[in-house]
């Protein structure tokens, strides 16, 4: 079964950059889509962005379009999530996860990693 642990949150300052990373065992990342999710007290998770298995299709939200990257690493089967120009509003909880379904919901993805805290404050 596949398994996948986050790494790489922290706190930040408004205008700052983290990488996340998403390791996975027990299986081939690039047969899955693979999202970055978050979650901030008292919010529903959303998704931050997605990427289907071949890569052809990459989603960000619209509050992240520009400043967050996905990327994926199959030699390492890691997967990542670039945070450039970070603001307060993105303070979360963030989720990595992987799935076969064609949809970038919640809901449609199969493995979750436990989290890693990102906050973001001056």
């Known amino acids: 079964q596949l398994q996948l642990v986050e790494s790489g949150g922290g706190l930040v300052q408004p205008g700052g950059s983290l990488r996340l990373s998403c390791a996975a065992s027990g299986g081939a990342l690039d047969v899955y889509r693979i999202g970055w999710f978050r979650q901030a007290p008292g919010k529903e998770r959303e998704v931050v962005s997605c990427?289907?298995?071949?890569?052809?299709?990459?989603y960000y939200a619209d509050s992240v379009k520009g400043r967050f990257t996905i990327s994926r690493d199959n030699a390492k089967n890691t997967v990542y999530l670039q945070m450039n120009s970070l603001k307060p509003e993105d303070t979360a909880v963030y989720y990595c996860?992987?799935?076969?379904?064609?949809?970038?919901?919640?809901?449609?993805?199969?493995?979750w990693g436990k989290g890693t805290l990102v906050t973001v404050s001056s």
């Open positions: 990427r289907s298995s071949s890569g052809g299709m990459t």
């Open positions: 996860a992987a799935g076969t379904r064609p949809a970038c919901h919640p809901i449609a993805m199969d493995y």
